[in-house]
């Protein structure tokens, strides 16, 4: 049965389940880009259009009258599909047009991608890659919200609606510069790593993830940040011109150790080797380009 001439705007109903979820019709607004009198006033339309009042206005905010919750029950359904709508859309049009849609944390992007997507592009001439660097928090929202087809992250993988397949091996390492006075000792204990001051990367990022739960399962307090940066290329940067101790990828250091501008420093006790691996959304079947890159890199 067609739907009626009446039924209400979809982005009316994605403004009222803002409204609903963050208690204020204003900040609905700011979310959505727009201006809290057109916000209201598409509130109001849509009142008028269900013939039901939604929302009950006061001072403190914008609460759901029982008509209003029993509509916003109805509208996560109807908003739910919109999204997949939208990102099947998005995909579907990504692969007519040949162009795949990566996210990828900073050390996959930076030391593993350009390789990969090198000779991906080698054997589909006629295909396009877009690429967006992350870290791997960002990298799921990104497949979650549809924005990416596929993505590669170092962080074990937490949520049931990803699948996953492993591309690779890395070994997070402590490294110092030649002059730290750690360059010259046999080793160190994990309560001094944990005591000293590193330069870091970002909240979100799996290389700090990765030491965080390393020393949490030691028995050791969070690490304690002297800088904290936003790619793996930056902290590698800093602590060459400087003189703090970074726990980071192998990867990122390989040549620098080699050359002996960068020292490994032994840490007693801790190995952190982990699983690089491609995600996907579960939900969805993976465009050919992504699956003609997995099984080139399986």
Known sequence: MPLSASFPDLTALDLYASVVELGSLGRAAKMHGIAQPSASSRIRNLERQLGVKLLDRSARGSTPTPEGIVVSGWTDAILRAAHDLEAGLEALKAEQSGRLRIAASYTIAEYLLPTWLGRFAR????????????????????????????????????????????????????????????????????????????????????????????????????????????????????????????????????????????????????????????????????????????????
């Open 123 to 298: 054997e589909h001439p006629r295909d396009t890659v877009a690429l967006d660097v992350e870290n791997s928090t960002h990298v799921l929202s990104e497949l979650e919200r549809g924005e990416a087809d596929l993505g590669f992250i170092e962080t074990p993988l937490k949520t049931p609606s990803m699948k996953e397949q492993i591309v690779g091996h890395d070994q997070l390492v402590a490294v110092v510069p030649p002059e730290h006075p750690w360059a010259t000792r046999t080793s160190i204990d994990m309560t001094e790593l944990a005591e000293t001051p590193l330069v870091m990367r970002e909240k979100g990022s799996g290389t700090r993830e990765a030491l965080e739960q390393a020393l949490t399962d030691a028995g050791h307090g969070a690490p304690v940040s002297v800088l904290e940066l936003g790619s793996t290329s930056a902290v590698r940067s800093a602590v060459l011109s400087g003189n703090s101790p970074t726990v980071i990828s192998r990867l990122a250091v390989a040549s620098e150790l080699a050359d002996g501008q960068l020292v490994e420093v032994e840490v007693e006790n801790l190995k952190i080797e982990r699983d690089l691996r491609a995600v996907w959304p579960a939900k969805k079947p993976l465009p050919k380009l992504a699956v003609a890159l997995l099984a080139d890199l399986s």
